[in-house]
């Protein structure tokens, strides 16, 4: 296929699915990561997909970065925007400091990853901006204002962005899981999550995170070349709007 993918956060869980399920389609992958060597090295061992670090909330980081794929790989044909963290907390005590950051990785971040490859990709008349939201972005959730409040945003970025985009050849579409089976979720207790999480769930399990990347799939390939500032909800049935 020749295309080249960008994943941001693309080393670990759904990222890491991710990126692996474009690679075994035929991109050229690059994944981005945040702070854990270690693990991004094993990522690389395990899987050949290089791996780049560096902060999705600092724009001069992202712009260095991205230059630095496109002489690696060649210009970015598809981004995948899925980098995000959690500082989780009830409003009357969330600190600023708990919201900024989550407003810099998950929204800003999104703007900062997309901007540099857009003007390529109007040029080449050829583009796929695929962000990773969340149910919370949704139907919000408690303690997590900042969350909710990013992933919403990045509801709102994309169905402005894919008007720009449209004619252009670029779609740019949101994926929004609920519950998906990742090493983060493994941390519940299992009463918690027989009793609490899965009642909620109507198909009654976790999403599997080779579900969401074959979401990403489609939206990345020319098939999908119709659909464009669009929401997919991959939530078991958990929230429908």
């Known amino acids: 296929m020749g295309r080249v ?10 990222g890491a699915a991710i990126s692996t399920a ?7 992958v690059a994944a981005t990561y945040a702070g854990n060597d270690e693990k991004a090295a ?7 997909i290089k791996t780049y ?8 980081a992202c712009a260095a970065g991205i230059a630095q794929v496109e002489a690696d790989l060649g210009p970015v044909d598809v981004l995948v925007n899925n980098a995000g963290i959690t500082r989780d907390a009830p409003f009357h005590k969330m600190t600023p400091q708990q919201w900024q950051e989550v407003i810099d990785t998950n929204l800003s971040g999104v703007f900062n990853m997309t901007h540099p490859v857009w003007p390529g990709m109007r040029e080449r008349k050829f583009g796929r901006i695929i962000t990773i939201s969340s149910i919370n972005g949704q139907k919000g959730q408690f303690a997590q204002a900042n969350y909710a409040a990013a992933k919403a945003g990045d509801i709102g970025f994309t169905k402005a962005l894919a008007q720009e985009g449209a004619r252009a050849g670029i779609t740019v579409n949101v994926i929004a899981p609920g519950y998906i089976n990742t090493e983060m979720m493994s941390t519940i207790p299992e009463k918690v999550m027989n009793e ?4 909620q769930i109507p198909v009654g399990r976790l999403g599997e995170a080779s579900e969401i990347a074959r979401a990403v799939l489609f939206l990345a390939s020319d098939d999908a070349g ?3 500032g669009s929401t997919i909800s991959a939530n078991g049935g ?4």
């Open 5 to 14: 993918a960008l994943v941001t956060g693309g080393s670990r869980g759904i």
């Open 22 to 28: 474009l690679k075994d389609a035929g991109y050229a």
């Open 42 to 48: 094993a990522f690389t061992a395990e899987t050949g």
């Open 53 to 60: 670090k560096w902060d999705v909330g600092n724009y001069e």
């Open 196 to 199: 609490v999480i899965l009642p």
């Open 226 to 228: 119709f659909v464009t």
């Open 238 to 241: 958990q929230y429908m709007c």
